[in-house]
């Protein structure tokens, strides 16, 4: 019988050092989009969004999902709105 070929190779611990990657990049990848986003699209307030998305990430992987519909929500509001841009110094 041949002995099973671990799946992470020789790293001791792989799949528990994959498991807490992935629960570090999902919020950071996740804040990160908001804000860029935010930016790109004039929001104000695009540090608090980032900051709020990011941290109920943290919080749970849960409370993230509607934090995130949330924050999509509200910027196609204001865009349908046609609230104007306000200048953020990008030009």
Do not use: C
Request: aromatic share 14%; hydrophobic share 50%; charged share 10%.
């Amino acid at each position: 019988m041949v002995p099973p070929t671990p799946l992470f190779g020789a790293l001791p611990g792989g799949p528990e050092l994959t498991i807490i990657l992935l629960i570090l990049a999902v919020p950071i990848g996740a804040g990160l989009f908001v804000y860029y986003d935010a930016k790109n699209h004039g929001m104000a307030y695009a540090p608090a969004w980032a900051l709020g998305v990011t941290a109920l990430f943290f919080a749970g992987f849960l409370p993230g999902i509607p934090a995130f519909f949330a924050y999509v929500y509200v910027r196609e509001k204001q865009a349908r709105s046609g609230t104007p841009r306000p200048n953020v110094g990008d030009d």
